[in-house]
């Protein structure tokens, strides 16, 4: 088994995708105080902008299971959470990358959601990053399970110990979220080990990080959409393992697939111009699913407000709005993957060899 030292420092320098859920997290409970007019949002805000409540599920509220977690009460209550995301994100990203990071912190928060509307059973509201972020806690218990985590074991008895704390000071935490997420995690990062243990006998390259980002919000794009939009394949009259069999074996056919193209020269940068221009698709096919809604066609506003103006301007010529957005797409893939493409245009071979060594080289996370 391969040993990854880590820096077996106490805090490490966060990473791109901790900043980016920070910044959205931040954004998101900002407009609620900014709404509310204070530094706490009132339960009906909360409420209607995505708290985790008895009934979502019920309801088939399923966007709650995300929304809740960029949602906070009060400027406390943030504070405290984007704390965690910083002391343990860093350290997490670092390990396993930021694709595998992102997934491995909406599968706490999805899962401590399930969880603590499992466990209630009286109504309630949840809103707070705590699932998720201990979800990055028990992913990092699960690498240094492994042996491929670097830290002291003070590390954990340190932090599982100052939440505990926590938790018993302030009746309002909801335990069921926290133990969601901490399973959660610790559960999904030896799941993700086990597929880069078993890519190793499927795939020969190892995928650069930009790539396998891409990738994982292009799939979880398409997911979204065929669960949205499900006209089509309930006019096929298919049932929904078949429809979920089939979505799955089109993801293994295009990991494949990218899989073989970046093991050639000037691979790389191919990989990266196709997924600006599939990036430009799914926008492209967004706006044109969105402008057919409901939303679109009733035009009810619920109010003044950002969210309203947005939609009313997209209504008002989607075609438009849906243009721009998709260039803007191609331009930030291509932006932010810059090194990448000048690296695939330069290849004579050599960046393929590479990323097939360095899939030799290491098994697991």
Not at 92 to 121: D, K, Q, S, T
Request: with cysteine.
């Amino acid at each position: 088994m391969a040993t990854y030292r880590a820096n077996p420092g106490f805090f490490e320098i966060p990473h791109a995708a901790v900043y980016a859920l920070m910044t959205v997290t931040v954004l998101a409970s900002g407009f609620c105080f900014i709404q509310a007019g204070g530094a706490s949002a009132p339960t009906e805000l909360m409420f209607r902008y995505g708290g985790m409540y008895s009934a979502a599920l019920a309801r088939h509220e399923y966007w709650r299971l995300f929304a809740y977690g960029f949602l906070h009460v009060n400027f406390i209550h943030l504070a405290t959470n984007m704390l965690c995301l910083v002391l343990w994100g860093g350290h997490l990203e670092r390990r396993v990358g930021p694709a595998y990071f992102v997934i491995i912190y909406f599968c706490a928060m999805v899962f401590g959601a399930i969880v603590g509307n499992a466990i209630h059973a009286t109504p309630y509201l949840t809103v707070g990053a705590s699932g998720a972020t201990s979800g990055i806690l028990g992913a990092l218990l699960c690498l240094w399970i492994l042996g491929k985590l670097d830290v002291r074991f003070d590390f954990f008895a340190i932090n599982i110990g100052l939440n505990i704390a926590f938790a018993i000071s302030n009746s309002r935490i909801d335990w069921g979220v926290h133990l969601g997420g901490f399973a959660a995690g610790l559960i999904s990062c030896a799941l993700l080990d086990l597929v880069e243990k078993l890519n190793g006998y499927v795939l020969r390259c190892r995928f650069p990080e930009a790539v396998k980002v891409n990738l994982t919000l292009l799939a979880s794009a398409a997911a979204l959409g065929l669960w949205a939009v499900p006209v089509q394949t309930a006019a096929a009259g298919l049932p929904g393992w078949a429809i979920a069999a089939g979505f799955a074996a089109a993801i293994c056919a295009v990991v494949k697939l990218v899989d073989l193209a970046l093991s050639i020269r000037k691979g790389l940068a191919a990989v990266i111009i196709a997924l600006a221009g599939a990036n430009a698709a799914c926008v492209a096919l967004g706006g044109w699913a969105l402008a057919a809604t409901s939303a679109c066609v009733a035009r009810r506003s619920s109010g003044p407000g950002p969210f309203e103006n947005l939609l009313n301007a997209f209504c008002g010529n989607p075609l438009l709005v849906t243009a721009l957005v998709a260039v803007v797409a191609v331009t930030l893939t291509l932006l932010l993957c810059s090194k990448d493409i000048y690296r695939g245009i330069e290849d004579v071979g050599f960046v393929g060899s590479s990323l097939r060594a360095e899939r030799n080289r290491r098994h697991g996370l």
